[in-house]
């Protein structure tokens, strides 16, 4: 059993990553920074639940995985107020080339995460919670399995398909911009 | 194994999923099918630009800070008031007179300067870096001959350098080595260049007792992390420093210990983390994680 005075030195050194996991679950900075405050409010008041010397990522992520549940289900359907939104990458991407893009690095780099953002997003809820907890938080097969109360098998089947569907919607981007070879892109069937 | 069975493992193997039976037998593959080995490959550099590219995402500073204020105002309240309540349980005077009014609000006063500052991470890093040099060279017998600290008892030598190193020196591991016969020597501050800041650190230097004339010599850096935070340029440059000089890698997780072992042919280096953010590890296992293996494998048949 921890003790809350462990908290802040237990807790703190993993909030980036949590915030990473948020924004690439919800796609939104303002709404990600909501759920990052409320997972680690529940998680001081349920400190005492956590075991000293175990993954506290992997325990706090599970907290931020539900409360965003809870979130989707009560969420109103969003107002069609176009102004206040984040400005869309398309807006920024139209007038510059290729070339353009492909000498600046810092550029290329925005594009490409806007690019994998809009890909993550896209993926069903329980494909994009896999995901981000392997490529975020480097987080074991079983522990994402404990994460998500879900089979082993279940947690590779649903890696592999979200991994399988963001090569192909980021296939086109990646052999134009150079981060995957042209020749070699190409998405390979299973034999 | 054939390529069908091969490229079901593929992901498994890139994950550090796979026993080392099944491990060795997927590399095995790999290293004679071309096309297996390609896509191996592609998956490796498409996996490592999704991690570097969610990983990237980083809160605003304000949000940061905000945060942390917020748990650590939270914590010491609940500490404070878990201690009060607690004191007062035992002592069965839950009864509001002037005298604990003024007794609590003392108790408030003093824990809230003592512990308001307090930012102690248990996390910090403290790391090992050990190489091996084989051979006897004027090199090594100059560094038996620099040590500051003459001592073969290794807690004697952490007593001696471990102050230093501010909050977390029972954090610091010096092994003896006398299973792999070496002999402590000593020791000597030792600090590491970076970018914008060295880091400060000592080497504990051992000499293999192997009884010829030519002398092995061990050396073990520690590093002191825990008032520094590498951003990501330091960390590069401290993995650019590490890999121009290697051609192998490999990271050895023993649950309680993270070890990274790289080196060439002349000479074996490992890296002993506690704690470092397990995506630097992984990011650094997966670049040569292939060759890194087949190299310890060469080593272990070698004798």
Redesign the interface.
Known sequence: MADLEDFESIALPHMDELYSFAYYLVGEKQEAEDLVQQTLVKAMENFDSFEKGTNFKAWASRILKNLMIDRHRKKTPVSTDFESREPAAEEVKSPRSSTEILENEELMDKFFSDEVKSAILDLSEKYRVAILLNAVHGLSYQEIADVTDSPIGTVMSRLYRARKTLKEELEEFGKEFGYFRSEEASVETDE | MK??EA?KYL??LL???LDTERNLEVLSHLNVCDRCS??FD?EQ???E???E???????DEA??ER??Q???E??TR??IL?RIFSFFRRRRMISSSLFLGGAVAILLGFFWFTTAGS?????SVVQHMGEMHRGFTQQNQDQEADLAVRTSDPESLRRRFAPSFNLFRNHIVIPSLEDQRYTLLGGQTKNVSLPRSPLPGFVAVYRQTNGEEKRNYVSHQVLDLQNTSLDSAQFQSLREEILKSSDTFRVVDTGDVKMVLWGNENMLCSFVARDVK??TL?TWAKNTYRQSLQFFQERASRG
């Open positions: 390529c069908e490229r992901y498994a994950d550090n999923e390609r896509r592609r550099v498409f996996l630009k999704l991690s590219t969610v990983q990237s995402e980083e809160p949000f940061r945060m942390e917020m748990v650590r939270r914590t609940r500490s878990k930012s102690l991470q248990s996390n397990d995506e992984r």
